[in-house]
């Protein structure tokens, strides 16, 4: 049943994009070095993973249930990360609203 809204193909594209994160910008630093990081960075870092979810959503035209389930694979890898709640929610929220704009873009 879950192979009709992504499958593996879906999550290992997650897993990575998670991944490439930790590096990036580790969970312990989100968690203990908040005054040391730069506004600026974060958003480098969460751009960058937002323009690599937004190619794969042109790629592989995701539908409105495949961007949910999307989404839900990436909150997850998140919390299993380390990441703390309300990061989780913020950077999911920005995926889902940058996978919608992917989508809409390539619709015109």
């Known amino acids: 049943m879950f192979q ?3 499958g593996r ?6 897993q990575e994009l998670v991944r490439q994160l930790v ?3 580790p969970p312990d630093r989100v968690l ?3 005054r040391s990081m730069t506004v600026n960075r974060i958003t480098r ?3 960058k993973t937002y323009a690599r979810a937004a190619g794969y ?3 592989h035209r995701l539908g409105m249930i495949r961007r949910a389930v999307f989404a839900n694979d990436f909150k997850w ?3 299993s990360a380390g990441y703390p709640g309300e990061f989780i929610d913020m950077v999911t929220e920005g995926l889902v609203v940058e996978l919608t704009r992917a989508r809409r873009a ?3």
């Open 4 to 6: 009709l809204f992504g």
């Open 32 to 34: 203990s070095d908040r």
């Open 45 to 47: 870092m969460l751009e």
């Open 57 to 59: 959503e042109r790629q």
């Open 23 to 25: 590096l990036d910008l």
């Open 9 to 14: 193909k879906h999550r290992e594209f997650v």
């Open 106 to 108: 390539a619709a015109k």
């Open 77 to 79: 890898e998140l919390a």
